[in-house]
């Protein structure tokens, strides 16, 4: 059914002229009268009766009026979505996170949302040890994810996760400030299987190839984030190598009720990080994903360098009441600076 023949029948039933139906439409009697004998060829009824009088709705004309102005308004809400589609302002996002990458996700999801409230967001945990195949078979627009990345993808890397590692406060090597792999050689080494994450299970098996030291691995079942391998690493019972961000990303979280017996120690070695990266499919043309990229990529890396000065400002601030206190302490030993006491 046409919907310009609908439209063109909306305005003749509202004028009850043909002409000044035409007049109003900016085409002429013959190609509109046309349009309507189309339309009731179509129908198999007819919709206006024409005579001496002029022009009147059929019982079916009648019927058909009453419907069609809620068939042309949905016509019209079509072609809106279509276009705010066209523009990137409509639709549904698929977006992947990779494991302990929701912090910073979930801050450009709220963004995005804000900005361009008309398209829909799905969330998607990314856990295998394929996580781009989404990507490739377009189950997903878009995804943040650990190094490295199926070449198939376009990537880009936003910030690392440095490693550290998570061990029993009774541990010898936890009054360390930092541990070289060497240190960890006789340490049972907890790991999660590689299905889980295979990028970071990889990183961590190549940095104790590198070093030439075969791990007493542990293997278990659960998540990162279990409870349970929080309790064994607090037991006693092996140690736990974890990435973690200056933001706040890491696959590892230490629970409350362990907090007071767990540490973490930097993980001292070249090449202890680990690479977060946003991944999208190959020749993207899709606005709507085009400008959730650009807008991540915004946030996040704003989000960083917000982070990274103020820790900046932090140090600088310990280093100058550092010099403070060394200033004030030699000028007293000198002589020079006297002490004024509240009466």
Known sequence: M?????????????????????????????????????LEAELGVR???????????????????????????????????????????????????????????????????????????????????????????????????????????????????????????????SRFRTLKLSQLAEQPLLIHPRSVCAGLYDKIMELFNKASISPKVLRFANWPFDETVAMLIALGKGIYIGSQSVIGTGTFTCYPVFSSRVVAVPLEEPGAKIQVCLAWRKHERSKAVLSFLEIARTKIKAEIESVSQSRLRQRNGTRVDRVSRLRLRHAQERGSVSLQLPR
Request: proline share 4%.
């Open 47 to 173: 919709l206006f009766i024409r005579d001496h009088r002029g022009v009147q709705l059929t019982d079916a004309g009648r019927l058909l009026l009453r419907g069609v102005d809620s068939v042309l308004a949905a016509a019209d809400r079509l072609k809106a979505i279509a276009s705010l589609a066209a523009e990137g302002k409509a639709g549904v996002l698929k977006i992947g996170i990779g494991m302990g990458l929701g912090g910073p996700m979930s801050q450009v999801i709220s963004d995005h949302s804000q900005t361009i409230p008309e398209i829909e967001i799905e969330v998607r945990d990314l856990v295998s040890s394929q996580p781009h195949f989404g990507l490739r078979d377009v189950d997903i627009d878009a995804a943040l994810v650990r190094a490295p990345v199926d070449e198939a993808m376009e990537s880009e890397s936003l910030f690392e996760e440095r490693f550290q590692i998570l061990m029993c406060r009774a541990n010898p090597l």
């Open 2 to 38: 046409d919907l310009h023949e609908l439209s063109c029948f909306v305005e003749i039933a509202r004028e009850l002229s043909f002409s000044r139906a035409a007049r109003h439409l900016n085409i002429t009697q013959p190609p509109l009268t046309r349009k309507i004998q189309r």
